[in-house]
């Protein structure tokens, strides 16, 4: 089962979150985050659209629990990336755990920041959502089938269509369009 470390900003959205924790919890890919992801999920989550800190750390209680080997146990020390592997300030400590970790993935909507080459001969595939979604489409897609029928029925809405319009605005229309054809009998 691949090891994906997931950046803040794929938790920071709704769907997308709930489409790889409900995809990991049935067994399609193993999550990883650290706290300091949690903690940028976070502040972000509270500066965007004002989510109180009680809430953003209850969000994080949940995760913890809901995929209990997910958050990395011990700190992370940045000095396991070299210095002279460029990746952006603010991103080292993302790479830096994914690294500790063995990940095979590290999952993120911000691939610019990172050494896609540098990351490939350390054996971790550098994955944006949509690709990650098509992943489990075709190699777990029972799993997966099931996962989105979680995001449709843990949303507020509870509305299969509302869902996948979430998902097109958090990947692109072709991913959702995919998605939409597998869910659909």
Request: aromatic share 8%.
């Amino acid at each position: 089962m691949p090891v994906t470390f997931v950046d803040a900003n794929i938790l920071f959205s709704r769907v997308l979150r709930d489409y790889f924790l409900y995809s990991a919890h049935m067994g399609a890919l193993e999550l990883r985050w650290s706290q300091e992801v949690l903690d940028e999920m976070s502040r972000n989550l509270r500066a965007s659209i004002g989510l109180d800190e009680f809430s953003t750390r209850r969000l994080e209680e949940l995760m913890n629990e809901f995929l209990p080997d997910a958050k990395l146990k011990l700190p992370v020390s940045e000095d396991v990336v070299p210095r002279n592997v460029d990746v952006h300030p603010k991103d080292r400590h993302v790479l830096a755990a994914a690294l500790s970790t063995d990940a095979d993935n590290l999952l993120t909507d911000n691939t610019r920041d990172f050494p896609a080459e540098w990351m490939g001969c350390q054996g971790i595939d550098l994955v944006q959502p949509s690709a990650m979604i098509t992943r489990l489409l075709m190699d777990f897609p029972s799993e997966f089938r099931e996962a989105h029928h979680l995001c449709v029925e843990l949303s507020a809405s509870k509305d299969c269509e509302t869902v996948l319009n979430q998902l097109e605005k958090a990947t692109d229309p072709f991913t959702a369009a995919k998605v939409r054809r597998f869910v659909r009998p």
